[in-house]
Each structure stands twice: as structure tokens, then as C-alpha cells.
């Protein structure tokens, strides 16, 4: 066995490495191989593979054995296709040396161009090109781009010698400096260079090329390249390879230039060559955007036979790699070379219409399309986003806790929202954390933007319950309900004041920004059929109003997962009688209360029941605890110093009277609420417990469910009632409970017509533990993963943003257990849940209903554990039913 | 196979039953039968069984096939042996009708004496004995009770017509009617009978035994009976067995009496008969107490003949049992007979006495004798108690948090308990609930009485650890701090009133009572060593303070399980640094409070190391969330407007300068303050988070620790710490800290002399969960039960209280998971974290140092899963090592 080859050359048509090899010659090594065995023109040269960056560690930053010998290889052999020689005084060979991961990483690490130039080879560049000023000027990007990268020479030394030679020189642009100026730079460069280090500025080519290559290797554990992988979760032991190729120059002229291109439109999907081109510049030049380039269309008119080659070339790779690439290209003196390829980016309506293309086409097949799509990138395709061709500046950002954009008038409070939403304005709702009271004023507004929360907070969850954009968690901002301002930064927003929020990104701009609808494609739903006719798991919506249900049905949803019903008592009739019920001091009071709920209850779920006909209605019964439809502690002792305050001002003692009566109401209401308050509310008297120790409230809402149903069963509509007692730990919470319920609907339903369910949600680690107990009981299960990750983490998600940073930022936590299901702990107790629950009950469904059920990772997971549908919020059901329909595709093909 | 036999005679020195068959004949009635067997003198009689009481209800209430015949025939043996015939009437025989289940449930049910009297066969027993007051005594006592127990005729309206008689005679006692009044009294009661029933009151015997019978059986359904079974666990399947019993009189004269007697004395436990007697009385005189009943040591005296007889029986019911029993007898003309035996209760220095006594007798071997106490009842010899001779009545009544006694005048913050107590005056500390602040001030008191919290709130658990009696959680006491008032229903009790509490029993005297230190049975040490030799598993302490630990060493602990830090902080010398360290704006000033506080906490390990010389101590790193060190909200808010108001007032300028800064930093704190508020704190900022958040606290206190090990090491103490980690949940979450914690380790230590080792507390579900690789990094396992349960069930213990009393009542949770483990749910988890854990490293170390560590049937728990040690408050160490040793001889039994 002969040495490890740790050396790829590419060039004249031949390559020894191929497209499939990204792991050992990295994205942009194997994309320059692939193209040269297509016979794409590629400027020669060759790969170092990952292999030798990982010895090269391993050697503890020594070069692995034959790396040496094997580098200078494939340096003769560019020479020889270059008919030029690296050294050479005369035909100087110059070398890009560029890093190029598994996975892309964009600026992450180092590059160094223009190796090889030095003060005689210089010369040589000269005489080659006869243009003294370009090649002064890529010597002087060498020492600088080498000087700060290689030898660590800070970048504001260059920095201040340009602009000290340039104050000199009175002129304002770099551009403007005349070739005696810049080959002057060079030499004040080294000097700097000798200064900084000690040492002169290498002037041997193979010195440079040694120690270049050494800096790419060393750049994949630079401080950025380790921050980026921690953020994209990608791990640390790749390593990078290196890329050694020719130089070419796309600023040598007008016959020159470079440009970048997608070999279709990466924001419409349409079938089109789409780039820029940028004549007399460098790749760099594309990128900074500091000259405006050209559309690579009006190409086809200054150079027709560029645009064709670029066209044929672009006709091979999508034939080759059968998906849209993204590529680099420079031109030099009218010869085009591709210097990058790979598959492009796109936005989500590109995504389809793409995938869609390709399969009629006869590109790819109809699983491959299905495989395209990011199911994520489908909510793009529902709401409004800001307009893709303004540019912005963020002035704060803060979580994407609801997609889609929003424009519109800051208000306060919720109060405040439904009123300017009433006389036609457009607003946004500004909360230091919203809470259930506050879903009627997130409803009339266009876009939520809370202080506090994460991405399970109350507004991010309701939000996305509702397709409203919403921003949460945004460390900066500061809102002061009490002067009325919103504070970002230095700078202060009042009631009124237009700014915009995008819910995608986090993004929050303190001016109006123009949004724009977003363009369906318009074979979205052929595309979402070829994957509902894959997929196994049924999909179901998290819908508490019939409008909701409506939306939910027509994006897709098989029925409601979740229809909470604490929702419905916030309502401005409803919240009165619901206090009634917790103030009452006795049953029978209680029961009064409830009775004059129950009608308004009824009509909500006859509603939610003509949406979903035929699909079945899981209705969780109460959930939150009591005090969160109480008035707060602090606003009551406000009203209570309001009156004391009133009555020493009284006129008349029938006044007072009044007065003093009101004020012991408030008291009483103060009493209650105090004593209703909990040290930890999430593990308080809330759930099944309610419907434990208030047996009437839960019976109040069975009655209201099966005579909604009976009496939409009547009018013909088919009604599948499921109902779901929440927080249940343990099989005699259930029995207690669902006894009553039976018992109800034996006394409502009276005939067999309509087919229930009785079943519980899974939230608390105990209720999985026991699973088998509990389904011998229940006849579904539905996971409730937000609970059941609060629980088994022990982390409440009101208050975890704090360590969770800190945990992000050592490592200790790759990834947010509440965006993706934790496989290892929470998913370890829904598998355990749903052996021993089928154990009790083979037929038993099983669902889930936490947020994570729109998560395609979690989707994943829910396919291969083996529940029976995933249910989430309305805008997140295509994302649902293309992640489940991949799950079923990749288990097929793995 | 001929009919199921239902009813097991005895009598005339025979039997059908035994004293094993307390499943079918009940208590009672297999100690009547084994008696009869002894030859001790028994009336004879015959019981009916649980199987016919089970089959009385399976047949809705009718009597089985063949029972009414089996009753005939056991009627007409009792007649045979008592020259007697029920119904005659010249010799009537009577019977009581008593219910005996196969646990005791004192006067859960129902009972009828005197059956078979009638207007007839009164005047017999008016002839037999010659006594026409005796007789119609009995006969309208007859009708009362058949009145109230059978036929449902509310008690009152007889009391209102023996009222009304009286009135008119003029006496106020019913030994002051007349023979006629009596006669009378029986006619009048016999009308209220028909007046309320609409029949008259049945004369045939037969049918007054039949429904006394079904009466009985009844009763084992009533709602007394329910309601007891449901307070001590006992299943409601049982049913109760029925004896019927020929009467026997001890109010028939001087020569006749009643009397209860233990075998040996049930305080104490020294072997001499122990009882009372009562001439001329029946069996309920002497338990209602209206009459002053004689020793039965004086008997010895006045009927020498009867004492020997007892004496006697005593040897033979102790000889047979082989326990202490607890037994009736009546005395009928100079005639004893023996009612009952049972084991009898004792108190816990009485149990350990007997038991060994019994051994030395010869009665049983040392493993029955372990047996024989019950481990929770040595925590009376260990506290305080009130002088039983006392007798009083609570004045409230709350959970029994923490045991012994105490008496001290009431105060209602801790400064105030620590000023008295440096005064030597005794105070109870009187709080709506206690935090860490509160420590110095429990520390003073003699007791602690908390308005809120459970049996684990913080006010209980500390109080357990000090060994201080604590009741908690009081429903109709009320703290006013700002009036400093105590209200316990209508009455009010200030500052400085002498208040007495019974931690064992949860009651509240509003009044001095007199107090006894407990006497330790000699033997003590003897019957621990017993134990000592037979336990598998270790027992352990939790201990913060050197005091605590020289305590628990006392106790027999073998270590220390849990030593928390976080109460190191609260003292007045470091509370201020802690402040500064969690005020601090960068890392730099955190240090240096951090700095100021190494000194003191290394001093607390030094001093603990000492007093645990030769045994490991597990060292716990900070657990609470931050601000448990801060000042409360209110508290700041007050202290702002205070210096607010002084402002105004203020005479200078360099005044409000002085005040305008001091505002300021109150209002930091109170930003501060603000900051850390969480609304879950139990899943927040605490725990390892915190040494992740600020690995510097973390690093503080692991270089206390070895710099202290160090220190006493080098003094020839030998030093076993082992630090914990607490609220584990991921593996990288311990990588982490336990990382920093050997880098420390290994800068402080310098050589190997002292073995350490760095484990976890296993407190979150997600630990157990994955404990395989938690338990590859972690070197021990301690469970955190009481978070565990709280996050397994998801119930906060603080919040717990109103729903768990609605569970109780509904029969929804019969056992709280707060003092035994759960064994299906957070039992399943510490199995399998066992399993997983061992599996990674076989050698794993694993304990329990969670309330349950002092509970007997956790600690059996333990025993069976596996864990090497438990760890308990001091106070409860001898508790533990008892359950121990009896888990290991149940299971060698079984």
C-alpha cells in the first residue's frame, strides 16, 4: 500500500476526485471535480482533502506524510495544463487557495488569492498582462489578504496606511490611486509586515502556498467557523479541505468581468438563467455590491456567445446534479471559467415550483420533488412578508415566534387594539408578555411584539394559532405601559407610531415597510396531494374557533387535535360569569354561573362541529388554572386605593355608602385572588385537578358538547366529539372524570347516533410511566409535548430563556427541546407511552398536540413512533403533511 | 358439598373458628374464638361471617342460602349451654349483636345489645335477677339503640322525651328515675317508635336479631366507616363479620363490673397487667368516662380471687400471642368473663421494651422483636413530648410536620425569635409560611406553626432537619404580620402569649401545657444493634451544619447524603457578600464577592469534615434560583417610598444628595429583584443552571471544599467528599461542571491522599431517563425524591394543598406521594435509572436523600431497587436504620 492520497487534481477535462466525494474533498472540491469530468471549463488545480486537515490536527499542525511531495504533484501539474510556472519570473503561475467544508460555511474561513507573486514574479505579471496597475495592485491584495490571514498582522495596519497614503494623495477611492501608489503600498505593506512580525513578508512561492494552506486548516477552529457550527448544530470534527487552483482574473479589462448565477429564478422557481455579471471586476467586486452589475438576461446582448455558453453550461449541470445550482464564474480576456457550483438556495414558492418543474421534466421523480421542499418553507407560502425588494436594516431583533410580516400602529394594550382595529387602523399589539386576556386584542391586531417569552410563550403560540406575524423576546426593547413608550435602544416609539415587524426572521423596523402576498404556486396543491397520498399519519389542526376550524380544513387539517376551550371564557360576555363561578361560595352558586355559560359554550362547539363535518373534534376541557381569568393582583389594589380615595371625597352619605359597598367587593375580589395565587402556577391547580375539585364545571362542558352534537347531528351534519381530560397522572384522575362524563352524555345523547370518545391528554411524565393503567381507561392518548418537555426537563419555558443562553453559549445545549421533539428523554416516554398504552388497548389512538406537532423533525419522530396523526396550528398543517409524507419516503429509500 | 358455612359457634370451651381466621370471623371474632379454645371464660355465642356480610350485598341485601337456619341452630347452642331460651319467658336468653372487622375501626360501626327482650320476657329477667330497675334499664336502653340503629329513628327524639321526663321529676341524672319512670320510658319510647316508623317496635326476638344482623352489615357501608377506611387505606371489599353473644351483666351489683387491661403497661412497656375496672358498670361506662374507675392493681385488694383469675388469663393470652394484648371483660355476680383481645397499641418506648422483653422471656426471636416496633414510632423517643397524663383539647389542628412538642410565647418574624431566645425566652415562631431567610429564627424557636404549606414546604423540612416540632398548613389560622395578631377561629393571640404545639399530632393548644422529655428505653442501643447487624442498606444524613452533623453521628448516620450549601449563605456575616456576588455586573465583581465568601464556606466544610471523621459527606452545590438571597419585592417597594418620603422632609442638600443615592441603589435592587422573577421558580434559574450561568459560584465552592479537605486531611482526619451536582438533566449538563470541578480538584489537592468523587443528584425525570449516560460521567447517584415526585406528577408541593384535599375527599389519591414514594410512577423511574446507570458503570454509587430517606416504607422501597445507602434528617436516621434491617428480614421471610 503506497502512501495516502491526501491530493485531487482537476483540470483539462479529467478529475480525480467526483461530485459525490463531500465529505473527503468538501462542497466546492467536489463541485470543481464533478464540472471538469463534465467538460465545464474549470481553472486546474487541486483539492487537499479533509483527511489531511484532520492529520494535520492529529500531528498536532504538522503536515501529514506525502502531503508535501503529493502538493507539489499537483502543482506541476497545473503548470503544465497553464503552459506558466509557479515561481516563474517570466510566466508566473498564480494560486486561489480557498477552504471548502462538507457543508457550506459562508466567510466563515480563510481564503488567500494571488499566491505566488512576489517582487520578481511580479514583474512577469506585468509583462503578461501589460498592465502595470493590476498586477501592483493583486500583489498588494496578496501582502494584505497573506499578511492578515497567515501571519496575523491586524487588517487595520493595512488599513491606516491606505488611508494615510490617500489623505496624502487627496483622493477619496482606492481606484483613484495611480500604479506608482500602489506598488509604493506594496513596499510600506511589508514594511508593516517586518514591523508587526519581526520577519519579512515570505517572498518564496512555495513558503506562501505552504503556509496558506496551513491557515485554511487552521481557520476551521477560528472563533467565527465554531460559533457558526454551534448555531447550525454541525459538528466539530470535519475538518476543511483546501482548494489550490490558477488564478484567473475577471478584472483585466472590459473582455473580463465575473458574475454569479442560479440556474433558475431561487424567489419564483421560473425556468430561467438568473445572475449578475460585473464586467472589469473581480468575484469579490459580485459580492461587496459596491458597483451596480448587470442582469445576466442583457448579457445576451453585449455577449451572445458568453450568455450561450453559459446557457449550455447551465443545461448540463441541472442535467447533471437534477437540481437548481447556484455558481461563480469569472471571465478572462472573454474565456468563461466556473469557479463554484452547488445547490441553490430558494424561498419556499421556488422550492415547489421547482421540484414540480423538474419532475415534468423528467428530471426527478415524485418522491425526489417531495424531498426538495423544506417542509418549513411552505409557511412562507401563506402569509404576507415584507416586500423581497426593499432593503432594510433591522433596528432590534427578537425571536421568529410566528411567521409572515406586519405592518401597522403601535398600541399598548389590548383594550386600545380593538378599538383602532375597529375604526379600520392597522395595528401592533406591543406587550411586555401577553396572557389569555389579552386574545382579543391579538386577534384585531395585525402583529404581536412581546419584551419577554420564547417560542412557546403565550403570543408566540396563540399567534401562530392564528397565522399572525409575531416577534418575541427581543432583549433591547422595553415597553413602559405606564408613559406609554416603546423603547428600542436609544430610541423611543409612542402609541401610534408606525413600525414592522417580520415574524420569519425576528426582524423588527421602526418605519412602514411595504409587504406584499406571497405568490402560491400554483400547483401547490398538486404537490401537497403527491404527498398526502404518501404519508401514514394523519394530520389535524389546534383550532379553538370556528374560523380557525374553517382555515384549518382548508389548509388541509382531518379534524381538530386540540380545540381548547378556555379560550371561549375570555370572551367580554362570557368573562363575568365565568368570575361568577370562581367567586361563588357554594356548589349552587357555582352551578348558576355555569348554567348561563353553557348556552354561549354550546353554540361555540355547534359551530366548530358544522366546520369539521365529518372529521372528528378533540375539546380538551378546562386547563388553565382559575386565576388567569381574575384580574390581576396589582390592578385590583389600584382600584381599591381609587375608591378609598373617592370616598373621602364624597359628597353625601348615600355616596359613601355606594362607595364603601363597591369597596368590599373589590376586597373580596382582591381576598380571591390572593388566595388563589400559586408559587408555581404550571404545577398548580390547574388541568383535570379543576375538574376534580369543581366536578360541575367539567359537567357544565360535557352537556354543552353532546347536546352541540346532537343537535348538529340532527341537522344531518356527521359529528365525531372527542373528549380530552387534561393532566392526568394517574389512572383515578381519569376514572373520576370520565365516569361523569359518560354519564352526561348517556343522559344527553340517548340514542347510540353519535359515536364519542373519551380519552386524556399525555403531559405529565407519570401519565407516560402509566400509560398502560391509563389506557385501559382512555380511548386516545394525545401527547401533549409542551407540558411533557416543561416536565421531564423540569424547565418552565416562561423562565428558561435565561439559562438557556447560557446554555447555547457553552455548548451544553445543541438544540431547543421545545422546537423539536427531545428524542433521548421526552421521545423515550412517548415510546414508552405508546407500548404500554397499545399493551392495554391495541387499537388505542394516539396523536399528538403540543407545538411540536408542526415541527418536521418532530413529525419524524411521531411517523417512526407510531402515533396516529400529529395536530398543529392551522398555518403549520402543509408543513405537517409534507414532513410526514417525507418520513415515509425516506424510511422507504433507507 | 353441603351449604357454605356462615356462622361459627363458640362457647363451653370449644370453637369452630380460630384466632388466624380474622379474614373470615373479623378481629373480634376470632379472638372470642381462640379465647374460648384457651378455655378462658367466653359467653358463648357464634359469628357470623365477612362472607355473608360480601354475600348480603351481592344479593341486594337478602341473606345468603342457608344462613337464617345456621343462626336458628347456633341460637339453640348458645340456649344449651346457658340454661337460657331466647324468647322465653321465665329464662330469657339475651344477645349482643357487635360488627368485627378484620381491622379495628373503633366505633366505626354498629352495635345492639339486650336482644330479646319484650314485654314478656322483661318480666323473666325481671324474676331472674331480682332486679326491676336492671331489668327495664336494659329493656329501654334496647329500644333506644335498636330504635337508632335498626329502625332509623333519629337519637334525639328519645333524648327529648328522657329530657322532658327528668324536667318533670325534677332530677338531672338518669340514675335518679325511678324503676317506673323507667317502665315508663320504655312505653313513651315505644310510641316515638310508631309515631316515626309507622310500625311498632318488633316483640318476636327472632326478627329483632335478624335486623340487628342486616344492621350490622349495613353499618360496614355507612358513611363513618367509609370515610375511617379512606383515612387509614383500608379497602372497602372486606365487609364485616357479626357476633352475636349471649349477654353477660356487670351492673348487676357490687359484685359485678367491667374493666379494659393491657398485659403489660402500653406507656412504658413494663410487664405487669395495666388497666381499670369499674364495679356495677357495663363495658361503655368505663370508656365514656363519666365515672372514675378504679387500677386494676387495687383489685388485687378488693376481689383478690378475680385478679388472680385475670393474672392468669394475662399469662395464657400472652403465652398463646405472644404480643402485649389489649383485652375487656365484664364481671356478672362475682363471674368473669373475658369480651375481647387484641394487639395492643403502644407507644413507641413501650414497643421497644416489650419487644425486647419478650425476647429475653424466651417468647420471640430478635427478627420478630424487630418486627414487632414500628419504625415511625421511634421518633417519639427522640423528641420532646406533651406529659401524656394531661388531658386537653386542640384549639386548631394542622398536618403534623415535623414531630415532638413544644411551649413558647408566640412571635411572628425571625429577628424577634432571635432577640427573645438571646433573652432565654422560649418563642414559637409564627409564620403564613417560612423561606430561607427564616432559618436563624427557627433555629431560636422551640417550634414553628406555619399557616400554609404541606408536609415537605420548607417550614416542615427544616424543622424535621433541626429536629424541631413544626405544625404546617392550619386551615382556620390566620397571621396578621402589620397587626401582629394570631387568630385561630374567633379568638386572637399576640405577641408574647404562650402557645403549645404537638408536632406529632398537628394539634394547637392556645395555652401552656407541661412537657416530658420521653424516656429512652435502656435497651435502646441494643435494639438498634440488632438492627444494625441485619440492614443491607446504609443510612445516611442530611446535614448542613457541623451541630447537624455531630447530631446525626449520634444517631448511628454512616455519613452524610445531603449536605446543602445554600444555607451557608443566609447567616448575617455572608448574606451581604451573596448579594454582591448576585448584584455584580461582570464577572470580575462577581469574583470578588465570591472571594469574600470562599474563606467562610471553606470553615463550614472544615468543621463538618471533622465531626464526620472517617465517613463520606455528598456536599450539594448551590441549588436555589438567586432570589431567595434578595430582599422580597414588597419588602424594597416599602423601603423606596420610605426614603421617597424622607426626601421630602429632608433640612440640606448634602442630605438628599446622601438620600437621592441611597434611593438608588434600593431601586437597583428592586430592578434587580424584578429581573429574577420567575413565574415557575421550581423549573427556572436554580441548580446546576446556575453553575452553568455563573460557573464562578460553582468554582467557589468546589475550592472550599478541597481546600478544607486538604486542611483537615493534613490533621489526620480522614475526608470522603463527594460533590453533587444538582438538577441534572442532561449529561452535558454534568460534563460541564464536573469538568471545572476536577480541574479545581487537582490544582487544590496536588496529590491523591483524599478520594473524592463527583456524582449527581437524579431529581429530573430526564436524568432518570437517560441515566445510561448520565451514569458513565457521574461517580454516584443521589435521588432528589421530592423533586422527582413534583416533576413526576407534576404538582408543586407548595401549590398542592387544595387540590390533594379535593383528591382525598373524592377518593381520587389515597396515599400522598409527598411521604412514600410512588411506586408506579416515580418508583418506575428510580428502577430504571438504577438499571441504566449500573449498566454504564456496574460499581455506580447510588442513594436517596429525599424526605421519602426517613420513610419506612420508602426506605423498604429503596432496599428492593437497589440503592447502597438512604439519607434522612438526623432525627429520623434511627427510623431508617430500623425500616432497613426489617425490609431485609420481610424479604427473607417471604
Known sequence: MGPTKYVYFFGGGEAEGRGDQKELLGGK?????????????????????????????????????????????????????????FGD??????????????????GMMDTVLNIGLNDRTVQGLVARTGNRRFAFDAYRRLVTMYGDVVLEVPHDHFEAEINSLKSRRKVRSDTELSDEDLERLVRIFKRTVVQVTGRPFPEDPHEQLRKAVNAVFESWHNKRAIEYRRLQSLPDNWGTAVNVQAMVFGNLGETSGSGVAFTRNPATGDNHLYGEYLPNAQGEDVVAGTRDPMSIDSLNDRHPALYKQLQEIRGKLEGHYRDMQDVEFTVQDGKLFMLQTRSGKRTGAAAVRIAMDMVREGKIDVETALLRVDPKQLEQLLHPMIDPKVVYQADAKGLPASPGAAVGKVVFTAEDAKEMAEKGEKVILVRPET????????????????????????????????????????????????????????????????????????????????????????????FMDWADERRRLRVRANADTPEDARRARKLGAEGIGLCRTEHMFFGADRLPHMRAVILARTEAERRRGLERLLPMQREDFIDIFRAMDGFPVTIRLLDPPLHEFLPKQEELIHKIAEVQFAITKAASLSEIDKLAGELNCWRDLLARVESLHE??????????????????????????????????????????????????????????????????????????AIAFKVGTM??????????????????????????????????????AGPFLAAYEQRGVMKSDP?????????????????????????????????????????????????????SCSPFRVPIARLAAAQAVIRERKS
Open 29 to 85: 472540491g467536489a463541485g470543481l471535480a464533478e464540472m471538469t469530468r463534465l467538460g465545464i471549463p474549470v481553472p486546474p488545480g487541486f483539492t487537499i482533502s479533509t483527511e489531511a486537515c484532520l492529520e494535520y490536527y492529529e500531528r498536532d499542525h504538522a503536515w501529514a506524510e506525502g502531503l508535501a511531495e503529493q502538493v507539489i504533484e499537483g502543482v506541476r501539474r497545473v503548470e503544465a495544463l497553464m503552459d506558466a510556472s
Open 89 to 106: 519570473e517570466e510566466r508566473p503561475l498564480l494560486f486561489s487557495v480557498r477552504s471548502g467544508a462538507r457543508a457550506s460555511m459562508p
Open 435 to 526: 396572557s389569555p386576556e389579552d386574545i382579543g386584542g391579538m386577534h384585531a391586531a395585525e402583529g404581536i411584539l412581546t419584551c419577554r417569552g420564547g417560542m412557546t410563550s403565550h403570543a408566540a403560540v396563540v399567534a401562530r394559532g392564528m397565522g399572525k406575524p409575531c416577534v418575541a423576546g427581543v432583549a433591547n426593547v422595553v415597553v413602559n405601559l405606564e408613559s406609554g413608550e416603546l423603547s428600542v435602544g436609544d430610541r423611543k416609539i409612542l402609541r401610534g407610531q408606525v413600525i414592522s415587524l417580520n415574524g420569519t426572521t425576528g426582524e423588527i423596523v421602526l418605519r412602514e415597510l411595504p409587504l406584499v402576498d406571497p405568490e402560491q404556486a400554483g400547483a401547490f396543491g398538486q
Open 679 to 752: 408559587l408555581n402556577p404550571m404545577l398548580g391547580h390547574r388541568g383535570c385537578r379543576l375538574g376534580i375539585s369543581f366536578p360541575e364545571i367539567y359537567d357544565m362542558q360535557a352537556r354543552a358538547i353532546f347536546e352541540a352534537a346532537r343537535k348538529v347531528a340532527d341537522r344531518g351534519v356527521v359529528v365525531i366529539p372527542e373528549i380530552m381530560i387534561p393532566l392526568v397522572g394517574d389512572v383515578r384522575e381519569l376514572e373520576f372524570v370520565e365516569k361523569r362524563v359518560r354519564a352526561i352524555a348517556e343522559a344527553v345523547l340517548v340514542d347510540d
Open 762 to 799: 399525555i403531559e405529565v411524565p407519570r401519565a407516560a410511566l402509566t400509560a398502560d393503567e391509563i389506557g385501559a381507561v382512555a380511548e386516545f392518548f394525545s401527547f401533549g409535548t409542551n407540558d411533557l418537555t416543561q416536565m421531564t426537563f423540569g424547565f418552565s419555558r416562561d423562565d
Open 818 to 870: 421545545f422546537q423539536s421533539i427531545d428524542e433521548r428523554g421526552v421521545g423515550q416516554l412517548m415510546k414508552m407511552a405508546i407500548s404500554k398504552g397499545r399493551s392495554a388497548k391495541p387499537n388505542l389512538k394516539i396523536g399528538i398536540c403540543g407545538e411540536h406537532g408542526g415541527d418536521p423533525q418532530s413529525v419524524a419522530f411521531c411517523h417512526h413512533a407510531g402515533t396516529d396523526y400529529v
